[in-house]
């Protein structure tokens, strides 16, 4: 790096750069604001029920009938994009995961709500098929058990179609199948919505331990084996970054990195690797859960370790992510406004 004054006996002095706290500001990279924050939420087809999810403290399953009430304080409060999970647990799970494209699929009657109660809300949906398939696998198989891709692209498109009519902003697929996003993207264009509907590709998603509470949230673990043949293996940059180029070849309008906190060096990989896209982080349950669990042994505040959190994902070159502590963050915007 070159630097850009002939070093003198005073450059070696930072720390008036940093005594008042306005100084600190201008010294930051970013900051957070409410339109860098996507809240994951899970809806269930118990219409009037709010399930709290027991590894994720603080969240819930919400019945159809509660969302609105749910979120209005919320989108008061700032919030500017969500991003839904369907859970469902009254349609029946076969082993090409109808029940994400059936009209009654929680994800859909959301879409249809929540584009009228919030007009100005981005509404973003997970695509996958884990939590519809009976195996349990975010594609479909083969008879010996293994993926089958191309069956699987076609239905991840089919049921990208289904959500972007029913009103979605942007689809998500998480799945990780190979040329699903070509596929969705030809589809988009096909229907004549590709101006409307973004594709955010899950790019760099690892085969993580940190999703075990999301898994118990949705009940959409594998019956039996794993999701490493799909996702990549936690050891591998190299991999990561040829899938980033990869979905940025096969149309990606944003992309993002999952899990967040152990994978800051890929995040700045993929800031570096694609320059002029929108970048965005996925602060998956695990971490989520890690930091609550640090606050309530007394660790740290919970505002310190979500906030320091947060800062990580900006220096390395997020533009937005998707959390679970959206509702506190927001808070905690508003109270540093004032
Ligand atoms: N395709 C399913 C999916 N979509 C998002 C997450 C994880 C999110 C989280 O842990 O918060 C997972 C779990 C997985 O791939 O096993
Ligand atoms: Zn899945
Ligand atoms: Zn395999």
Redesign the pocket.
């Known amino acids: 790096m070159e630097f850009p004054v002939v070093p003198n006996k005073h450059t070696s002095l930072l720390h008036a750069g940093y005594h008042h706290p306005i100084h600190r500001k201008w010294q930051a990279n970013a900051q957070i604001t409410s339109e860098m924050l996507m809240y994951p939420i899970f809806v269930t087809d118990n219409d009037d029920v709010e399930e709290k999810i027991d590894t994720l403290p603080g969240q819930s399953r919400w019945g159809i009938n509660l969302l609105v009430d749910f979120l209005k304080p919320l989108v008061d409060n700032g919030l500017k994009s969500v991003i839904l999970f369907g859970v469902p647990v009254k349609i029946k799970k076969d082993p090409v995961g109808s029940a994400a494209d059936d009209p009654n699929t929680p994800t859909i009657r959301a879409l249809h709500l929540l584009k009228k109660a919030f007009p100005k809300l981005l509404l973003a949906v997970d695509v996958?098929?884990?939590p519809y398939t009976s195996h349990g696998h975010?594609g479909v198989l083969r008879d010996d058990g293994t993926i089958d891709n191309r069956g699987s692209v076609r239905r991840l498109a089919d049921i990208s179609m289904a959500y972007a009519r029913a009103g979605c902003d942007m689809i998500a697929p998480?799945?990780m199948m190979d040329g699903r996003i070509k596929a969705i993207k030809d589809a988009l264009v096909e229907e004549g919505i590709a101006h409307k509907v973004s594709l955010m590709s899950y790019s760099a998603k690892f085969a993580s331990g940190f999703y075990g509470p999301f898994r118990d949230a949705c009940h959409?673990t594998p019956g039996s084996g794993d999701r490493k043949c799909y996702q990549l293996p936690p050891q591998s940059r190299g991999l990561a970054r040829r899938a980033l180029v990869r979905d940025i070849g096969e149309g990606a309008d944003v992309l993002m990195v999952k899990p967040g906190t152990p994978y800051l060096d890929i995040l700045r990989d993929a800031r570096e690797l694609a320059p002029d896209y929108p970048l965005s982080v996925y602060q998956v349950s695990g971490e989520y859960a890690m930091i609550w669990h640090s606050a309530q042994a007394g660790v740290f505040s919970l505002r310190t370790g979500v906030m320091e959190s947060m800062d990580g994902f900006l220096r390395a070159g997020a533009n937005f992510v998707l959390t679970y502590y959206t509702p506190q963050i927001l808070e905690w915007i508003k109270e540093d406004s004032n």
């Open positions: 996958c098929l884990c975010c998480s799945d959409s």
